[in-house]
């Protein structure tokens, strides 16, 4: 039979076929064992990667969130900047509002009188102890000569006492060389105002049997026609009768305080000016207990005019 012979190509034809199943069986048992062993390795390998990407995420939120917190602070500091300068422009506002209101004033007040008037700014303040005086800027070249009235919308601040071409030195009621005629507004008891130094003066020359009491007004007398007559000059402080005295020791407040005042009015002439009914009736109307509680005529009074 010719099956048998010998033939190189049949033997090696049955060599593969044998051998095929035991390569496969030995790559299946090699696959299984290289699993086996890698399991670990890729465990590892699978936390490294998860931590990188964690860490990776985070860096990226935290990233993010950073320069979320930048826009935001840089938009706050635009914000203050923004809200600052609107405070500023505000407060601009404000100044502006409360200048018109003086200025106002001082308008109603030139316009409801029959005095002449000249209207001046304080641009200096005398800082010596031993005298209490400002500085306003108008002076002999606008008409303005020694001894005129000074006063506010409010009362009385002093007289001019050295004017020069275009300013004057105005010495007020509280120094102690300064004299006003006064009279104690609801009783019209009489007296003289002298200063005291110290923003202060007192009622002298007042008899001792004369009704004052603490709170009362004194107003200008006007005998001299320098001040307009029943014009407010201070708040009676305290009174004392000594009991070896003829007349009263009577403390007194100005009405206005001349560290708060601005603008002012040089009485050129006083016209015979009556303004005591005006005045007592504000001040009934709203009792003066402090200088910044000083009423003023209302622009209501003002545009019925003067009193008569």
Request: charge should be neutral.
């Amino acid at each position: 039979m010719n099956f048998f012979n010998f033939d190189l190509k049949k033997l090696i034809m049955l060599a593969i076929v044998l051998i095929l199943p035991l390569i496969s069986i030995n790559m299946q048992q090699q696959q299984q064992d290289s699993n086996w062993l890698s399991k670990p390795f890729v465990f590892v390998a699978s936390l490294v990667e998860e931590g990188f990407y964690g860490f990776s995420t985070g860096v990226k939120h935290t990233t993010s969130l950073y320069m979320n917190i930048v826009g935001v602070k840089k938009d706050s500091e635009l914000t203050k900047s923004h809200n600052q300068e609107l405070q500023t422009r505000l407060e601009g506002l404000n100044e502006l509002q409360l200048e018109n209101d003086r200025l106002k004033g001082l308008l109603d007040f030139k316009q409801s009188t029959k005095m002449d008037l000249i209207a001046a700014q304080i641009v200096g303040r005398d800082l010596i102890v031993d005298h209490n005086t400002v500085t306003i800027n108008k002076g002999t070249m606008n008409g303005i000569k020694s001894g005129q009235a000074v006063i506010t919308i409010n009362g009385v601040l002093g007289y001019i006492f050295k004017p020069s071409l275009y300013t004057s030195h105005v010495m007020l009621i509280t120094d102690r060389y300064a004299v006003v005629d006064g009279v104690v507004q609801r009783t019209r008891a009489r007296g003289i105002v002298e200063g005291k130094n110290q923003g202060e003066c007192w009622l002298k020359y007042v008899e001792k049997t004369e009704d004052v009491k603490e709170g009362d007004l004194v107003v200008t007398g006007g005998l001299d026609n320098i001040f307009p007559k029943g014009f407010p000059v201070a708040i009676v402080e305290s009174v004392e009768r000594k009991t070896f005295s003829v007349s009263l020791k009577v403390d007194l407040k100005p009405a206005v305080d001349a560290n708060k005042v601005e603008e002012v009015f040089v009485v050129k002439n006083a016209a015979q000016e009556d303004l005591t009914e005006r005045f007592t009736t504000a001040f009934m109307q709203t009792p003066l207990q402090a200088p910044s509680q000083t009423a003023s005529p209302s622009p209501a009074a003002d545009a019925q005019g003067p009193a008569k």
